[in-house]
């Protein structure tokens, strides 16, 4: 087994009181990216969520240690899930989340694909399908996101909310 699907296991399995740091402080990061190219945005198909048809969703993924940003992670995830360059253009929000138990912040960014074509191989197993998807049709967006939480992002990414990605200072490892 890789060393992501291990992290994802023991992630998926991990509570409160079988956090190694305890349940007083357990917070986690995660991220995704509305890509857009020609009014068009890039999204994923994936079959893993409890929704009537595939959830179609932004490229997105769990902040892990190996990060060297929050920025970091959302290209990975694009280039995960989706095969494409991305440039990030912006922050669009970030979001409090609980649910299974976890409280996420959750990192919402704009991007722009940087290729015409994917330039990498799609290793995200679940992900079904990518698709493009005119952003103005909100109607087949939203019913089929996984979460209120990316309900909310699609609404103020949709609303122009923009915050310049140098509001997150990344100072690095510290003692």
């Known amino acids: 087994m890789d ?8 992630f998926a399995t991990m509570t409160a009181d079988s956090d190694p740091v305890g349940s007083r402080h357990i917070y986690y990061a995660s991220c995704s ?14 079959n893993k969520y409890d929704v009537p048809d ?16 929050v920025q970091e992670a959302a290209i990975r995830a694009v280039q995960k899930e989706t095969g494409f360059e991305v440039e990030l253009t912006h922050l669009v929000g970030i979001y409090e989340i609980d649910i299974f138990e ?8 704009a991007g722009s694909a940087t290729t015409e074509e994917p330039t990498h191989e799609i290793t995200d197993v679940d992900v079904e399908n990518v ?7 909100t109607d087949q967006i939203v019913p089929r996101m996984r979460s209120d939480a990316l309900r909310t992002a699609y609404r103020d990414y949709m609303d122009g909310k923009q915050y310049p990605l140098d509001v997150l200072q990344h100072i690095g490892r510290t003692h």
Not at 5 to 10: A, L, M, N, R
Not at 56 to 69: N, Q, V
Not at 102 to 109: K, L, P, T
Not at 131 to 137: L, R
């Open 131 to 137: 698709v493009w998807v005119n952003k103005n049709e």
């Open 33 to 46: 990216v509305f890509v857009e190219k020609n009014d068009q945005l890039l999204l994923v198909e994936e």
């Open 3 to 10: 060393e992501d699907k291990e992290f994802s296991k023991k």
């Open 54 to 69: 595939m959830a179609l969703d932004p490229p997105s993924t769990h902040i892990t240690w190996r990060d060297a940003s």
């Open 102 to 109: 976890r409280h996420y912040y959750h990192f919402v960014f």
